[in-house]
Every structure is written in C-alpha cells, then in structure tokens.
C-alpha cells in the first residue's frame, strides 16, 4: 500500500515542481486551454443530444406509462453522459499532449536536467516521427479505454454493484491509462514503444494508481486538468525515474564529485529501440 502513497507524492512533487518553474508552467498551460474549448464544445453537445438519441435507440419503450418512460430514459441519458464525460477525461490527455507535444516534451527533459545534474535522455527522432507515434500510441490506448468504457457501461445496469463497485473501477481504469499518457512523454524520450511501456506500468500498478487515480478525479472538476496539465507531465517524469531506478543528482554527490575533482554525476541509464 505504501506505492499508493508514493504514487500521490509524485503527483504533488510535479505541481511543485511546475510552480516553481513559471516559464514552464505558463507554456504547459497552452495545449490544455486549446483542447479544452473543442471539448466543452462537445460535451455541451452531448449534453443537448443524449436524450435524443437514447430516446432513437430504444423504440420499443415509447409505450411504457409514466413514470417507467421517464425514469428509464433518464436513467439512460445519464448514463450516456457519464460515458461521455469518461473518454472525454481519458482523450483529454491524449488529445493535449498531442497537441502540445514540444511543450510537454521540454518541460520533461528540463526535469531531467534538473534530477540528474544536467543530464536528459533524447530519442534521437524527428519531431514529425515523435508526433506520429505519439498520434499512434495514443490511438492505442484509446481503442483499450473504449472496450473498457463500453464494457463499464453494460455492467452499469447490474442492480448494487453498478452504482457502487463499477464507478470504483471506472477510475481506476482511467487513472491507469492517464498515468500511461502522460509518462508516455518521458518514455519515448528514452526509445521505449507502448508494450514495454505498459509492462513496466503493470510492475508498479499501486505505484501508478496513486499517481493517476487522484488526478482522474480532479479532471472531472471543469478547467482543473488545464492547470494540473503541466505539473502532471513534471509528475510523471519524476515516476518514470523510479520506475526505471535512476536515481536523483543530491547535493551530498556533487559535493563528493568536486572533493575529487571528478565530472559530473554519472548519467542514466537509456532505453533505446
């Protein structure tokens, strides 16, 4: 239980970390204010539509008296929404970070050169390669987080468990997979594709739900995953250090480095394809 914890803690060190650093907070906040117009834009569609269209998709209950007709179509549209809301906080992220791939990708090497007294590793790619895999993997995880959502959304009409156990599951499936986006920036810095990505996510799965479960349940809030966007990647590129073992740059080695007259601390290990 205690990588729940450490998990959370990572998620507080990168907002203190994107705080303390305004330049970098500032240009993280770009991406998110973009995304967040298109999507508010079709939620608020979905919002005007949803009864619609539940009400399309179920001919065979135009006959039921009141109140059955309306409690159930309502019960529907909700549930529609709730579908909704649920890949809108999954592709937010995705959506974002393709959009502010540069940003993101330079805010999370500055965190590097800061852990590691200078040092970050580089994939060596175009940025035209970086964003189409990024547009790929991201594709990825949105086909996984659909089968889920849809899966979540049947189990949401079983009597007790869903509207009790099932939304439970619900986050933790989206914060697995918005801890998946956002160390995919770190990740692929270091030449390492979706598979062994999630391999490694899967090694340390508290670990990644206490950094991505609390941060699934302040993207439901409206504009917080805009102001959290920055810090989040700053978060995750301090976890994709642990996960990986490379250990921080602290005062007490650059000292010892200088009473040696050695070079800088050593660098970290790369991942490379």
Not at 170 to 195: D, H, I, K, S, Y
């Amino acid at each position: 239980m205690r990588d729940l914890g450490a998990g959370f803690g990572y998620l507080v060190k990168g907002q203190r970390w994107a705080a303390g650093h305004g330049r970098s907070l500032g240009i993280g906040l770009l991406p998110g204010l973009i995304t967040l117009v298109m999507y508010a834009g079709a939620l608020i569609g979905l919002a005007y539509g949803a009864d619609d269209f539940v009400g399309w998709a179920t001919p065979f209950a135009d006959g039921w008296g009141s109140p059955w007709l309306g409690l159930f179509r309502g019960f529907l549209t909700a549930l529609v929404f709730a579908l909704g809301l649920f890949l809108a906080v999954i592709s937010f992220t995705a959506v974002t970070l393709l959009v502010g791939q540069p940003f993101y990708e330079k805010l999370s090497a500055d965190v590097d050169r800061a852990e590691s007294g200078g040092e970050a590793p580089e994939s060596g790619l175009s940025l035209a390669r970086e964003l189409w895999i990024s547009a790929r993997d991201s594709l990825r995880i949105l086909v996984r987080v659909a089968f889920y959502g849809l899966l979540l959304f049947g189990l949401g009409f079983v009597p007790v468990i869903g509207q009790s156990v099932i939304p439970a599951i619900g986050f933790c499936v989206t914060g697995f997979f918005l801890a998946e986006e956002l160390t995919a920036v770190a990740l692929q810095r270091r030449g390492m594709e979706l598979r062994p990505r999630l391999t490694l996510l899967r090694s340390r799965r508290l670990l990644v739900l206490g950094f991505g479960v609390p941060l699934a349940l302040a993207f439901v809030v409206p504009l917080v995953a805009v102001f959290l966007m920055p810090g989040a990647v700053a978060g995750a590129t301090l976890m994709v250090r642990d996960l990986l073992g490379e250990s921080a740059a602290t005062g007490e080695d650059e000292a010892n480095d200088a009473d040696d007259d050695a070079p800088g601390a050593p660098g970290h290990p790369v991942i490379r394809q």
